[in-house]
């Protein structure tokens, strides 16, 4: 019996996993098109070791409430333009209501040894007051 139930176990685990996963988890989508993220710069670290893009974030609020856990997803692409690697960070920090705030030495995640150019994308953020700084 339980051989005959394992298929539609992960038939529906896959369906519930994949829709779960194709949305910012808790972010709110009003106060997030009020919300504009900027790279000032970037560069990488850890040569030949531990590749990571350390980045230079800005973000911008033009809520009337402050903002926290600004999500972003990256892709890395090599010189030709390939992509190379993908993936999200959250920004520890509040911005306040109104404001800009720049976060300095954000260790966005490890990528490939080849990785040339650097793209990112605001996915989300939460209302109120969290996280640090």
């Known amino acids: 019996m339980y051989k005959r139930l394992l298929p539609l176990f992960l038939a529906l685990f896959s ?15 009003a106060l997030t098109q009020n919300v504009r993220l900027e790279m000032v710069d970037w560069h990488i670290a850890g040569l030949w070791v531990i590749n990571c ?57 490890l990528v490939s040894l080849e990785s040339d150019k650097l793209s990112i994308k605001l996915e989300s953020v939460k209302g109120g007051e969290g996280g640090g700084h």
């Open 15 to 29: 369906i519930c996993a994949f829709a779960c996963g194709c949305t910012p988890e808790g972010g709110d989508m």
């Open 53 to 109: 893009p350390v980045c230079w974030l800005r973000v911008y609020n033009y809520n009337n409430v402050p903002i926290h856990d600004v999500t972003l997803s990256y892709v890395t692409y090599d010189f030709d333009g390939k992509p190379l690697d993908k993936g999200t960070f959250v920004i520890d920090g509040t911005v306040p209501p109104s404001n800009i705030k720049n976060f300095i030495e954000q260790y966005i995640g």
